[in-house]
């Protein structure tokens, strides 16, 4: 009787744990990990505004000099003179939002994942681009963050 009893309770521990009866709740993430990500999607914002105020270049200064940006289609532009080009040549902004889908790793090395919706008008023909995102955001370029692939990240 008393080895029925011994061989249940283990029965019973077994399936506690098993099921997670005993799982306990992940750990809260460390605040500077907190604040890079809050700081990530503040310029987010910052990037849509310039963009809405048909500011190209100042869109185009939010990429690190060295970045890497593909964009639909396959065109890939490399450099500050590359994404400077790219993005002057938006002259009629409509509206850009950016969403952030999650940010992987820590401040040191990130991967920030989204989906970027732009709106403009090419010849007065309203135009828009959904794309799925991936930038590797340095933690930091004279206090500011950097968006695009950074070359030797992946």
């Known amino acids: 009787m008393a080895r029925t009893?011994?061989?249940?309770?283990?029965?019973?521990?077994?399936?506690?744990?098993?099921?997670?009866?005993?799982?306990?709740?992940?750990?809260?993430?460390?605040?500077?990990?907190?604040?890079?990500a809050d700081e990530l999607e503040t310029v987010l914002?910052?990037?849509e505004a310039a963009f809405a105020r048909g500011d190209m270049a100042g869109v185009a200064a939010f990429y690190a000099d060295d970045a890497v940006m593909l964009a639909p289609g396959g065109g890939r532009y490399e450099g500050r003179e590359a994404i400077d080009?790219?993005?002057i040549r938006f002259t009629e902004p409509i509206a850009w939002a950016l969403e952030s889908h999650?940010?992987?790793?820590?401040?040191?090395l990130a991967v920030m994942r989204g989906r970027s919706t732009l709106e403009y008008a090419r010849?007065?023909?309203?135009?828009?681009?959904?794309?799925e995102f991936k930038t590797t955001p340095p933690a930091s370029r004279e206090g500011r963050?950097?968006?695009?692939?950074r070359p030797g990240r992946f």
Not at 123 to 131: D, F, I, L, T
């Open 102 to 108: 999650g940010i992987e790793g820590r401040p040191e």
């Open 45 to 47: 914002r910052e990037m």
């Open 5 to 36: 009893r011994s061989w249940a309770a283990h029965l019973l521990l077994a399936s506690l744990l098993w099921s997670g009866g005993c799982a306990h709740s992940p750990a809260a993430a460390p605040a500077a990990t907190v604040a890079f």
């Open 145 to 149: 963050f950097a968006a695009g692939l």
């Open 123 to 131: 010849e007065g023909e309203a135009q828009r681009s959904v794309v």
């Open 85 to 87: 080009a790219y993005w």
